[in-house]
T-cell receptor, first 112, second 112 residues
Framework: GEDVEQSLFLSVREGDSSVINCTYT??????LYWYKQEPGAGLQLLTY?????DMKQDQRLTVLLNKKDKHLSLRIADTQTGDSAIYFC????????????FGQGTTLQVKP | DAGVTQSPTHLIKTRGQHVTLRCSPI?????VSWYQQVLGQGPQFIFQ???????GRGNFPDRFSARQFPNYSSELNVNALLLGDSALYLC???????????FGPGTRLLVL
């Protein structure tokens, strides 16, 4: 079936790089997404990558996609305390339903 | 430009009641999707509507229904509420069937 898995927790020091990993099962996913959720808020789209790409960079964010292993990662350079949040990986675009399949989220804790 | 808006922000209901949640998409977006996010989990897909037609439905009982209006706003209805329906209900809009979905702040529903 369709599934997305993420590690639950990551703790880093301010100024370090953070790497959040995700694996997915739907090989027909057209797009893969990273969303950020702060406490009590909705989801903020951070970035997304088309399935025929292997890397995308957007300012401090770098997304790496290994389609063969169905592995996606999000690297945040120079992590700041304001980056503390829950990060969700999602796969989608493989059907006409618009359905996104989300992981359970990775809580990023940034220590000053 | 206004993002996705949802109302109400919070709602308390008792078991057996029904509830209507509302969503207004980003101007120019014709697709609206609904997700349920239980505390500590990733969002689960409920419905997508595109051009006022249901294009996708997740694994939710018939107590859940939705519709989309000519102005592309949408309502999610839940009948015969159960305690397990307590969750954050998120609405997302997109320009097509879901390539890039932008989320609203959500409606937090508590069923007592």
């Amino acid at each position: 079936g369709e599934d997305v898995e993420q590690s639950l927790f990551l703790s880093v020091r301010e100024g370090d790089s953070s790497v959040i990993n995700c694996t997915y099962t739907d090989s027909s996913s057209t797009y893969l997404y990273w969303y950020k959720q702060e406490p009590g808020a909705g989801l903020q789209l951070l970035t997304y990558i088309f399935s025929n790409m292997d890397m995308k960079q957007d300012q401090r964010l770098t997304v790496l996609l290994n389609k063969k292993d169905k592995h996606l990662s999000l690297r945040i350079a120079d992590t700041q305390t304001g980056d503390s949040a829950i990060y969700f990986c999602a796969s989608g675009g493989s059907s006409n339903t618009g359905k996104l399949i989300f992981g359970q989220g990775t809580t990023l804790q940034v220590k000053p | 430009d206004a993002g996705v808006t949802q109302s109400p922000t919070h709602l308390i209901k008792t078991r057996g009641q029904h509830v209507t949640l509302r969503c207004s998409p980003i101007s120019g977006h014709k697709s609206v999707s609904w997700y349920q996010q239980v505390l500590g989990q990733g969002p689960q897909f409920i419905f997508q509507y595109y051009e006022k037609e249901e294009r996708g439905r997740g694994n939710f009982p018939d107590r859940f229904s939705a519709r989309q209006f000519p102005n592309y706003s949408s309502e999610l209805n839940v009948n015969a509420l159960l305690l397990g329906d307590s969750a954050l209900y998120l609405c997302a809009s997109s320009t097509d069937r879901g390539e890039t979905q932008y989320f609203g702040p959500g409606t937090r529903l508590l069923v007592l």
